[in-house]
């Protein structure tokens, strides 16, 4: 639990023993490379932190084409959070693409987070307010920017993610399909 506390420690103020007790709810997880982590269609009662590995959160389409929309890494928490929110059933799915290791942290804990930590509402708005720039930040870069800044953009949003991920993912991210990346990375060389 050192990466997930050193991750909260960073963002609140708090006790060993109020880490100790929220850990309580808390276990750790690992998942299998291309193993599914959370599925559409059932309402979402948990949210991940990574440890180790890559999870990627995709949605598909009517036709059944997949389109990935994030890559969480190391460090990160990750959720369907709108629908943990909201306590619907799931749009997306969360994938790991790597062999994943995360703490996986329960609403039943999460909810016990923000009751009884004397920072807890504050730690979980600034996860929140994180998850929500970094949505932000999505929509304006597919509409503001070009596909080739889109691309050089990239690696600052997720380092090494050309060594981590496929190819036709990293496309599917950038909006684009994976001839157009072909040409870009083409120009970049």
Known sequence: ??????AIRQMIAIEAQELADFFRFSFVKTFKKQE???????????????????????????????????????NQF????????????ALYTLQ????????????VGIEWGYANLKEGQKLGRLIAE???????????????RSPKERYDLIT???PNIHNRVPQHMIASYL????VHLSRLKKINR
């Open 36 to 74: 599914i982590i959370s599925r559409p269609n059932t309402i979402p009662n948990e949210i991940f932190f990574i440890n180790k590995g890559l999870i990627r959160v995709l949605i598909t389409d009517q036709e059944g084409n997949e389109h990935s929309l994030h890559f969480a890494l190391e």
């Open 130 to 144: 994180f998850y929500f720039i970094y949505q932000d930040d999505r929509i304006k870069n597919n509409y503001y």
């Open 1 to 6: 639990m050192e990466q997930i506390t050193q």
């Open 156 to 158: 600052d949003i997720f």
């Open 78 to 89: 990750i959720a369907d959070y709108s629908h943990f929110i909201q306590k619907k059933p």
């Open 175 to 178: 909006g684009m399909t994976p």
């Open 96 to 107: 790991a693409l790597e062999e994943t290791e995360v703490v996986v942290l329960p609403r």
